[in-house]
């Protein structure tokens, strides 16, 4: 039996995040199917403080071990942002890049030493999302094979030099996505193994549109955003196409998510707050489209719900990942302005044929090239080959 760490800043059920949420169902479904697994992680709940909220110690969740451990110090979001704009307009040879690293967070030696002690008795370290000190650390003092899952996407800290070392590092990397891997192998060349192995969908049929409605008295045809409401994800774009197509057709545009930032007083602008699971994908079964206008996405867990629900996307057309989840799957359309977000929202919003043609497209992508089994096939195969 294949002794199996994984690596990842956050775990539990109570933790959204796309990195942290792979590292679950890979963790569960890879220790259902034979491997023998372990996570190790640190005690914080949010990625925000990195307050730690659970226990440290060992505990179990759906027969996966898990070792917590604590971070030492909590960050400031408001210090941090403030460090980090300084820190990216100093020339690059006069960045401290460990500094940085560690101020982001999360911070724990202890993790570190955890690791460092326990790895005699594994077989390959699985390392979740590039960008913490929990795998540009934790990969120093593994002398066992790792696999890397960078989540990686064109953002300013994957140019920092410490960077270089992190992706020639694992003897193979995993990615999600086409436009995912093209971006590493084009940016770092790495000298092992790469693997497309996607992600595994949950493609649940029969969800009833009428219980989001119902329940929120949502009356009115709607657009859907779910996910992270926050400066950074392009929804000032959508707040400001929102206002021109209200005037033209009966439409709300429905937020759900953690409320990050200030929204715009907007006639017909609602925000849910956290729904159930069962509530989520009510909503992106009964929308007339839902929108994922960030520019920086290595996946886009919620484009892949939309479509499991039969439910078109407006994507950003400078995001990559998400561009290619549009070509691939004929399953929304793609933005660049208020114009273009308008015309596209008219498309589907109008064309009902057409819609529905959308959402076919979208529902056969997921199920052909999402699927939980194909994918676990692919990563015990890098595990065959790597030990």
Not at 27 to 45: I, K
Not at 170 to 195: H, I, Q, R, W
Not at 304 to 329: D, G, M, W, Y
């Amino acid at each position: 039996m294949v002794k199996v760490g994984i690596v990842v800043q956050r775990y539990g059920n109570e933790v959204v995040g796309g990195a942290e949420t792979l590292a679950k169902d890979v963790a569960e479904r890879l220790n259902a199917s034979g491997c023998d697994v372990t996570v190790f992680t640190t005690a914080a709940r949010d990625y925000i403080t990195w307050e730690n909220r659970y226990p440290p110690g060992e505990t179990i969740l759906k027969g996966v071990i898990i070792k917590r451990f604590p971070v030492e110090r909590q960050r400031d979001m408001a210090a941090f942002n403030e460090y980090s704009r300084v820190f990216f307009d100093r020339d690059a040879a006069q960045r401290d890049e460990e500094k940085w690293i560690i101020e982001q967070g999360p911070y724990s030696p202890a993790l570190m030493n955890g690791i460092a002690e326990a790895q005699r008795d594994f077989d390959v370290f699985f390392f979740f999302t590039y960008l913490y000190h929990t795998t540009t650390a934790g990969m120093k003092v593994v002398e066992k094979p790792v696999v890397l899952f960078p989540t990686a996407h064109d953002e300013p800290p994957i140019y920092l030099k410490l960077m270089q070392d992190v992706f020639k590092r694992p003897d193979a990397l995993c990615f999600l996505t086409g436009a995912e891997m093209a971006f590493v192998k084009k940016t770092f060349s790495p000298p092992n193994k790469l693997e497309l192995i996607r992600t595994g969908m949950e493609t649940r049929a029969g969800i009833d549109e009428n219980l989001f409605r119902k329940k929120f008295l949502q009356f009115a045809p709607y657009m859907l955003y779910a996910g992270r409401i926050e400066k950074g994800k392009g929804l000032e774009l959508v707040f400001e196409a929102f206002r021109r197509v209200k005037q033209e057709r009966l439409v709300d545009l429905v937020l759900l998510g953690k409320k990050l930032m200030d929204l715009p007083e907007i006639d017909g602008l609602k925000y849910m707050g956290y729904v159930s699971e069962e509530e989520k994908l009510s909503a992106f079964r009964g929308a007339v489209l839902s929108v994922q206008p960030s520019p920086l996405e290595s996946l886009s867990i919620t484009t892949l719900e939309s479509f499991s629900q039969h439910t078109p996307v407006l994507v950003n057309k400078n995001c990559a990942v998400l561009r290619e989840h549009i070509e691939l799957s004929g399953g929304g359309l793609a933005f660049e302005n208020v114009d273009e977000f308008a015309h596209n929202f008219y498309t589907i919003y109008d064309q009902k044929k057409t819609a529905r043609r959308m959402g076919s497209d979208g529902y056969r992508y997921v199920t052909e090239y999402y699927s939980w089994d194909v994918v676990i096939e692919k990563i015990k195969k890098v595990l065959e080959n790597i030990t």
